[in-house]
């Protein structure tokens, strides 16, 4: 069966930066979009950023130009750097796989990964 395990969540300052890494085995990973989703305290789940098997990213409005996807089709991974992080960033973070067409439809979860920014 597909599993994903993500890694690199933590705590980090105001303004600080994390790498999170998402392995993942059981897929044709390649063929496969790739996203990263957020769920904070009280809140809903809400998506972040996914990329698609050509490679095109999108992100939410509310870390563009701070968080950056990326895959590794060679290793079956997936990134989510993230930079200039802000207390309303602290949530658990988790890694997906699933499809794009027109939007992105993930199909499996991680178990994710606490982010915690302190102010």
């Known amino acids: 069966q597909v599993q994903l395990v993500e890694s690199g969540g933590g705590l980090v300052q105001d303004g600080g930066s994390l790498r999170l890494s998402c392995a993942v085995s059981?897929?044709?990973?390649?063929?496969?979009?790739m996203g990263w989703y957020r769920q904070a305290p009280g809140k809903q789940r809400e998506l972040v950023a996914f990329?698609?098997?050509?490679?095109?990213?999108v992100y939410a409005d509310f870390v563009k130009g701070r968080f950056t996807i990326s895959r590794d089709n060679a290793n079956n991974m997936v990134y989510l750097q993230m930079n200039s992080l802000k207390p309303e960033d602290t949530a658990v973070y988790y890694c997906?796989?699933?499809?794009?067409?027109?939007?992105?439809?993930?199909?499996?979860w991680g178990q994710g990964t606490q982010v915690t920014v302190s102010s």
């Open positions: 997906t796989q699933g499809n794009y067409r027109g939007n992105y439809y993930p199909d499996h």
């Open positions: 059981g897929s044709i990973f390649s063929i496969y979009a």
């Open positions: 990329i698609t098997r050509a490679g095109t990213t």
